[in-house]
């Protein structure tokens, strides 16, 4: 049986990943799950400088999901490539990090410090519904797409994923665009902007009145965006939005997804992914699947 | 690093305790034998629309039986939905979690708030130092006869039913007590008067902190405080109430 997956020329020992901030560098997930059965270890967005994020409340439960506006808090590049790559590397399984900004430069500045790393791809987040600037900004208009994916690729030195938001009109749009600025492959989804509102204190349950909504309650959305992303582009696809079981993740897969990327189910069971990966495998052996990547798009 | 252990617990027994407020005991795995005062523990919903586990501080320890005991007030869907789980059912839980009370031999006060002053009792048992438990509560009481075997209690109630009328604070005053540490859980107005006597009488002051968690591990950033120094994991101030915490030195946070 067949799991391994080639993302831009990067072999992944099979397609689960973690969803970028839900799983920090590993490091407190690492006492549940085995790392090195993963496929990829998504970090937590990083910038060029500490972020200190959003005012507390930042997570509010919703039915079947969950609200968050962290706010990208983050300790800066320097303490990331000091600590956490240095970290993530013991194991045996793929790094990708994820990289935010306030501006395209701040981008810029990080992939170049990530250039000489041991970094198997980059992911950049221009997808972040919770902050002001950078973030979704990026991520609205398909001419902003291509311009930041072309400067960014010309400072890149590992294959550059576009983590795209689903808070658009048109998302193949957005896919053709950052495929046309040179990225050679698509996260997709992040988060849906919400809000959530405590009727008995008539207050915003987070601070920051709106949150990236997120957990099974979006995974149909997910599964529509990558299919219709699959529809328009040649470039892997990695594909995420409330996935909490192997059968989600098959799902994912067929609609067109390489790869798939876990998020809010980690905090719904720490040893999720390892889960995944072993269902995955149990779905193959049932259908009689040899190679994994026979079910990529494989919907008809 | 202690360590941290996700685990399917039993359910030994179950009963409401007073209004709303449930007491639960728990047979463990590891969870126990690893667990001190001050910390809690992730316990998961089994309906599936419910996706965050609920942080729920410990009570009391029982290590030799391997038995954790949550006092808890229902205050949504979770905890309701926990309220209603038998004797002999199970849930999945994660624990021990966050770093506790510390223990010191000085002369203490152990100063609870409505459904803050649960993971008081584990505490007590354990501090051998001279002790006074302030207790306030809105108006019915619980977990009174568990405290008067250690010792006995100063009760505040707010609507004068029982003990000193008023806040915590006020129990103090009129009883005209003193100690040399402080530890405190409970509402936030009562952690900042708390905090504001500790200041004033220049004692050293522990508190136990919550707020709205998700991964309840310390991945998330979901739950951070403002802190005086900068936290060790992403160096911006901001320290994690289910990891560094939730028990903080009063002066070290902002809240």
Redesign the interface.
């Known amino acids: 049986m067949i799991t391994e997956v080639n993302l831009a020329g990067v072999k992944l020992k099979n397609p689960v990943m973690t969803a970028s901030g839900t799983f920090g560098s590993g490091k407190e997930f690492s006492e549940f799950t085995d790392l090195n059965m993963l496929g990829a270890v998504v970090t937590k967005g990083v910038a060029n400088k500490p972020w200190v994020g959003n005012p507390t409340p930042r997570v509010a439960e919703t039915y079947g999901g969950m609200l968050n506006a962290v706010g990208l808090q983050n300790p800066g590049i320097d303490l990331f490539v000091e600590r956490d790559i240095p970290y993530l590397a013991k194991f045996d399984t793929r790094i990708i990090v994820n990289v935010c900004g306030r501006t395209t430069e701040d981008y810029c500045e990080v992939v170049q410090r990530l250039a000489s790393q041991p970094v198997d791809m980059l992911e950049i987040n221009i997808s972040c519904p919770n902050v002001e600037e950078g973030g979704i900004a990026f991520g609205q208009s398909a001419k902003a797409v291509e311009a930041i994916t072309k400067e960014i690729k010309k400072y890149a030195k590992q294959p550059v994923i576009m983590k795209l938001s689903p808070n658009v009109t048109d998302i193949s749009e957005m896919a053709k665009a950052a495929e046309a600025g040179g990225a050679d492959a698509l996260s997709l989804i992040n988060t849906i902007t919400g809000m959530k509102i405590d009727i008995h204190k008539r207050k915003f349950a987070l601070a920051n009145k709106t949150g990236g909504l997120s957990g099974p309650a979006i995974h149909p959305v997910a599964v529509r965006m990558v299919y219709q992303a699959a529809q328009a582009v040649k470039i892997p696809i990695i594909g995420m939005g409330g996935i909490m079981t192997a059968e989600d993740a098959i799902e994912m897969i067929l609609a067109g997804a390489s790869a798939v990327s876990v998020g809010t189910a980690n905090f719904r069971n720490p040893q999720v992914t390892m889960e995944i990966v072993q269902g995955i495998r149990e779905y193959m052996e049932e259908y009689n699947v040899e190679n994994i990547n026979e079910l990529v798009g494989a919907v008809e | 690093m202690a360590?941290?252990f996700?685990e399917q617990a039993v359910i030994i027994r179950q009963e409401e305790i007073s209004y709303g407020i449930y007491s639960m005991w728990l047979k463990t795995d590891k969870i126990a034998g690893n667990a001190k005062p001050g910390q809690f523990i992730s316990i998961?919903c089994h309906e599936?629309?419910?996706?965050?586990?609920r942080p729920i501080s410990i009570c009391e320890i029982d290590r030799a039986d391997q038995a954790l005991r949550i006092v808890y007030r229902v205050q949504g869907k979770?905890t309701e939905e926990f309220s209603k789980m038998r004797t002999g059912g199970s849930v999945?839980i994660?624990g021990p979690l966050g770093n506790g009370f510390p223990l010191k031999g000085k002369k203490a006060f152990l100063i609870g708030g409505g459904i803050g002053i649960p993971p008081l009792l584990q505490l007590a048992k354990e501090l051998k130092c001279e002790k006074q438990l302030i207790l306030g509560y809105q108006d019915s009481l619980f977990l009174q006869e568990e405290f008067k075997r250690l010792c006995n209690p100063y009760v505040a109630t707010e609507d004068g039913s029982y003990g000193t009328e008023g806040n915590v604070m006020d129990a103090i005053r009129e009883n005209g007590l003193e100690a040399e540490i402080i530890y405190a859980c409970g509402p936030t107005p009562m952690l900042r008067a708390v905090k504001a006597y500790a200041q004033e009488k220049n004692i050293e002051c522990w508190i136990s902190l919550e707020?709205?968690?998700?991964?309840?591990?310390?991945?998330?950033?979901?739950?951070?405080?403002n802190s005086k120094e900068k936290d060790a994991?992403?160096?911006?101030?901001?320290k994690r109430i289910c990891?560094e915490g939730p028990v903080f030195r009063a002066e070290e946070v902002e809240f």
């Not at chain 2, 599936?48 to 586990?53: A, C, K, T, V």
């Open positions: 360590e941290k996700k998961y599936g629309s419910r996706l965050l586990p979770g999945d994660v707020e709205r968690m998700a991964c309840g591990i310390g991945a998330c950033l979901g739950c951070v405080c994991h992403t160096n911006v101030n901001n990891k």
